[in-house]
C-alpha cells in the first residue's frame, strides 16, 4: 500500500494504518486487509485510476441494501469524496467462516425479503456503476430527485422500457463503439426490443436488486450466515438477481427453492432466464471483450 494511500485512510479513519495485508480476488481494485493503531481491523479497496465516484456509488448502493434489514451486508467506515486525491472505501471486515447448515435456505429467503423490501421505481435517484462500467439509472441530469420522479414502478411497460433503455440499448451502443457487436446481434436485438413488452412478464412492483450478483460477491461470515458484497444496485425486476445468479454457478438449487417458498415466481419465469441473462451477458462483453459475443448471441436465438 503506497504512502498516499495510508495517509488518506488516516485521515479518514482518525487513526494510522498499522499494518496492510493484499487480498487476492479483486479484477478492478486493490483489495487489503488492514489493522489500524488504534486495534481496528477492516477492509478496504483503493483504485487511483477508477471513475471519480465509483466508491461513493458503491457505499451508497451498500447502505441502501442494508436498509432492508434481510442479508448481511458490510457497514461502510469510510469513503473518499469524489473529488479527494486517493479513492478509496473502508468497510468493516467480514470474517470468513464455515457455513451454517441452513445457510441456503438464509440466503434464499434473504433474497426474498430484500426484493420485497421494494423500491420507489425503477431504477434510482443517481447513477453508478456495475464493474468499472457507468450505469444509467434515470437519475435527471444534475439533480437528485424524490421518489416521484423516479421511473414509473409497478407496471410491465415501465420496467420494459427501463430495461431496454437504461440496460439493453446502453450495453448495445458501447459494444458498438467498441466494435463487439456483430451483425447477428444486432439483429437480434432489433427482434428482442420489437417484442419486449410481451417478454419482460407480468407486473410486478419494482425490487431492491442487488444487481451484480454472481458467486464472488456472496460471503460467508463467522457465523455461518451469508453477506452481500460489491453491489450495482436499482429497483428492477427481481428476476434479474435470479438470471444472474445461474448465470455463472456458485449458488445452489435449496437457495433458489428457498426463495420460491418465501415469494413464489410468476408464470413464464424459466423461460424469462436468458432475457435477464442478457445484461450482465453485454456488460462482460464490454469488460472483457469478444468472447461473450457468442453467449449473446444464443440467449438472444433463444428469445426470439
Known amino acids: 500500500m503506497d504512502a498516499g494511500l495510508r495517509a488518506a485512510l488516516a485521515a479518514a479513519l482518525g487513526s494510522a494504518v498499522a499494518d496492510a495485508r493484499s487480498l487476492a480476488g479483486g479484477d478492478i481494485n486493490q483489495a487489503y486487509q488492514i489493522r489500524l493503531d488504534d486495534g481496528r481491523r477492516l477492509f478496504a479497496k483503493a483504485n487511483s ?84 462500467l457507468p450505469q444509467a439509472n434515470g437519475a435527471p441530469a444534475g439533480v437528485r430527485p424524490g421518489p416521484a420522479e423516479l421511473p414509473a414502478g409497478g407496471t410491465a411497460s415501465g420496467w420494459a422500457e427501463f430495461y431496454r433503455t437504461q440496460r439493453l440499448e446502453a450495453q448495445l451502443r458501447l459494444a458498438v463503439d467498441e466494435g463487439h457487436a456483430t451483425q447477428r446481434m444486432r439483429r437480434g436485438f432489433d427482434r428482442l426490443f420489437a417484442e419486449l413488452d410481451d417478454l419482460v412478464g407480468p407486473p410486478e412492483p419494482p425490487a431492491r436488486l442487488h444487481g451484480d450478483l454472481w458467486g464472488g460477491n456472496l460471503l460467508c461470515d463467522q457465523q455461518g450466515a451469508p453477506c452481500l458484497i460489491d453491489p450495482a444496485v436499482y429497483g428492477g425486476h427481481r428476476e434479474v438477481d435470479l438470471a444472474m445468479m445461474r448465470l455463472f454457478g456458485g449458488f445452489g ?27 450482465p451477458l453485454m456488460v462482460h462483453v464490454n469488460l472483457f471483450g469478444g468472447g461473450y459475443v457468442g453467449s449473446v448471441e444464443s440467449a438472444l436465438a433463444r428469445l426470439c
Open 49 to 132: 485510476r477508477s471513475p471519480r465516484g465509483m466508491f461513493d456509488a458503491e457505499a451508497r448502493g451498500l447502505r441502501w441494501l442494508a436498509e432492508a434489514g434481510a442479508l448481511r451486508i458490510p457497514n461502510v467506515v469510510a469513503v473518499a469524496t469524489p473529488d479527494g486525491g486517493a479513492q478509496f472505501l473502508a468497510l468493516e471486515l467480514i470474517e470468513s467462516g464455515r457455513p451454517a447448515p441452513d445457510f441456503d435456505q438464509r440466503l434464499g429467503r434473504g433474497l426474498a425479503a430484500l426484493h420485497r423490501f421494494g423500491a420507489p421505481g425503477f431504477g434510482l435517484d443517481h447513477d453508478n456503476f456495475i464493474g468499472r
Open 253 to 279: 438449487a435449496r437457495v433458489f427453492a428457498a426463495y420460491a417458498e418465501a415469494w413464489p415466481l410468476a408464470d413464464g419465469a424459466p423461460e424469462r432466464v436468458p432475457l435477464y441473462q442478457l445484461y
